[in-house]
């Protein structure tokens, strides 16, 4: 017994060196960069439909609390909004919504979802690092699971769009994935990097063999090949704040309560301009 606890203390040791080792071996360049996030959509753009239809169901605790941060008749952004999920979070507070997202399928699915509530609504294919919409244009944008799908290559060139087209003394909410929860059966980086069986996982690993750095993350969505960015909170805190945000609330949230990183599901920032 003790023997097999001795061996599984270096295991999860040789492989949390062998993690942070990948991080100053490997990188993407622009080249890599780019090719993920059109992998990205196109898998968002297979799947739609199901992706879609697993949304149906009540909104995560951490973000039902953004809803005191919105006004009636606010102008609202939802930036990589899916299939309009967050449109559930106004119930009968009218703002003005426009959703934004590079999946054209996706937006579809939205659109249905919209025909069923009375806001008023708009959707637009987009580009997060590049918004189409002039400086000083929304009271609230929410970003909802929706950057840690970019490289880190462009998280401060999204991140300063944000803030040219929030209104001055608007809201940034934000949820992302916490990759870093310790568990080896739920989405997490100890699972994907260290637990890799599928064939088709290990022929995406191959293709980008020595490019992936610690934080970059690919695993699949319905067999479709989808990319993450394991962020922490730390570094998270330190990009926003580079950009002039006044950061309101920073943590680790599971079933919308505070927690630490190790049992988190989620990283959630409410940011004001």
Known sequence: SDLFFNVADVLVVVGIVWLMLDIWLHDL?????????????????Q????????????LWPEVDQFKKYIKKDDKVLDIGCGNG?????????RVEY???????ALLEEAKKKAQRTDQRTQFQV?????????????DAIFMIASLNHLPHVYHQKVLKEVYRVLKPGGYLLMTNFNLWRLSFQKKT???????KRAQRKKELAKHFQGKLGLKDVMTFWNHYPLYYYAFTL???RRKINQMGFKILTGCYFSRG?????????????????
């Open 189 to 195: 980086i100890w699972n994907y990097k260290l637990r």
């Open 234 to 236: 730390r570094e998270l």
């Open 47 to 58: 799947v739609a439909p199901a992706f879609s239809q697993s949304r149906e169901k009540p």
């Open 126 to 138: 987009g580009d997060m690092r590049d918004l189409p919409f002039a400086n000083d244009t929304y």
């Open 257 to 273: 309560h505070k927690v630490w990183w190790g049992r988190a599901n989620n990283l959630v920032l409410i940011c004001k301009k």
């Open 85 to 93: 999920r967050l449109l559930q979070l106004f119930g009968d507070l």
């Open 98 to 104: 426009t959703g934004l997202d590079n999946s054209r």
């Open 29 to 45: 360049d622009s080249a890599d960069a780019e090719e993920i996030l059109f992998i990205n959509q196109v898998t968002y753009d």
